[in-house]
Nanobody, 124 residues
Framework: QVQLVESGGGLVQAGGSLRLSCVAS????????MAWFRQAPGKEREFVAS????????YYGDSAEGRFTISRDMSKKTVYLQMDSLKPEDTAVYYC?????????????????WGQGTQVTVSS
């Protein structure tokens, strides 16, 4: 069983930055892909970014490309999402996600494990 715990959400003004963190707790570390999704009220859960624990190329959704950066610290079993140049339309609940197989840009249906979510609110 894998548990994912996010932190770092909050209220920020447009143009500001936030860094989200997600710690993975598991007895047998069999996660291949880590990702971030977000869901705004009334909208579907949207892919934001992904990377594998072994490193390599990161992948980003259109809304995140050029502004967000996913990274990970394997020694801490932690994945981060650095969000810069935030916009009011980035307001959403952000979810940490993991898959126990390698996938570049997962859909929500392809995710095996979810965190509880952390609220990000960007004011104009």
């Amino acid at each position: 069983q894998v548990q994912l715990v996010e932190s770092g959400g909050g209220l920020v003004q447009a143009g500001g930055s936030l860094r989200l963190s997600c710690v993975a707790s598991t007895r047998t570390f069999n996660i291949y892909t880590m990702a971030w999704f977000r869901q705004a009220p009334g909208k579907e859960r949207e892919f934001v970014a992904s990377n594998s624990w072994s490193g390599g190329r990161s992948y980003y959704g259109d809304s995140a490309e050029g502004r967000f950066t996913i990274s990970r610290d394997m020694s801490k079993k932690t994945v981060y999402l650095q969000m810069d140049s935030l916009k009011p339309e980035d307001t959403a609940v952000y979810y940490c996600a993991a898959a126990d197989y390698r996938i570049e840009t997962p859909t929500a249906n392809e995710i095996n494990y979810w965190g509880q979510g952390t609220q990000v609110t960007v004011s104009s």
